[in-house]
């Protein structure tokens, strides 16, 4: 079963518009959300993370908003640029499984010039 | 600068098959992983490795065996390739207790069979 369900999986946007791609998560004892950045050609790369423990978490143009009591968390790029073209994957993970990370199955973004 | 080397970039193989997909990190890095890549899906954890000689199953290790004879090197083997096995294959590697729980990537393997 699907632990960590993400959407959409392609999204376009205008350069300087807001990019947002959510994901949603069943087990409440997950206490770690990263997402990652891939490129074509490489493998994927940590963008940014949160824990439970707080709402929001901003990184330059990056921002992680996060609902505990929906189970959901979401990923912000604001002013969103050609460069930030790639793949996004949200993911969760749990101390007590080894901290093994749960991937969502992936926004393909695509910023218009 | 730190580095997951997989050993191939692109490989072609044959149903029936037995291959061996090579992963290298010189991170010093107790922790080591395999996921493989498919549209639509994600990434799906097939094994990992908490240190030498020890191994895990992930959600998807039908098909699979690794190989973990040293800290650097962790060894993905198709026992008898399928073509539904046809996928990009990740390592990654992370340090053991890390707070941040940061992996650190390959740049793939796209395998082929045929």
């Known amino acids: 079963q699907q632990q960590v369900k993400q959407s959409p999986q392609s999204l376009i946007v205008q350069k300087g518009g807001i990019s947002i791609i959510n994901c949603a998560y069943e087990?409440?004892?997950?206490?770690?959300f990263p997402w990652y950045q891939q490129f074509p050609g490489k493998g994927p790369a940590l963008l940014i993370a949160?824990?439970?423990?707080?709402s929001e978490k901003k990184e330059g143009r990056f921002t992680i908003s996060f609902n505990k009591s929906a189970k959901q968390f979401s990923l912000h790029i604001m002013d969103s640029q050609p460069g930030d073209s790639a793949t996004y994957f949200c993911?969760?993970?749990?101390?007590?499984?080894?901290?093994?990370?749960?991937f969502g199955q992936g926004t393909e973004l695509s910023v218009k010039p | 600068d730190v580095k997951v080397t997989q050993s191939s970039r692109y490989l072609v193989k044959r149903t029936g098959e037995k291959v061996f997909l090579e992963c290298v990190q010189d991170m010093d890095h107790e922790n080591m992983f395999w996921y493989r890549q498919d549209p639509g899906l994600g990434l799906r954890l097939i094994y990992f490795?908490?240190?030498?000689?020890?191994?895990e199953k992930g959600d998807i290790p039908e098909g699979y065996s690794v190989s973990r004879e040293k800290k650097e090197r962790f060894s993905l083997i198709l026992e008898s390739a399928s073509t539904n096995q046809t996928s990009m294959y990740l390592c990654?590697?992370?340090?053991?207790?890390?707070?941040?729980?940061?992996?650190?990537f390959g740049s793939g393997t796209r395998l082929t069979v045929v």
């Open positions: 993911a969760a993970s749990m101390d007590n499984q080894g901290g093994k990370l749960i």
């Open positions: 490795s908490y240190d030498v000689k020890m191994k």
């Open positions: 949160i824990r439970p423990d707080v």
């Open positions: 990654a590697s992370r340090i053991q207790g890390a707070t941040n729980y940061g992996y650190t």
């Open positions: 087990n409440t004892a997950f206490d770690y």
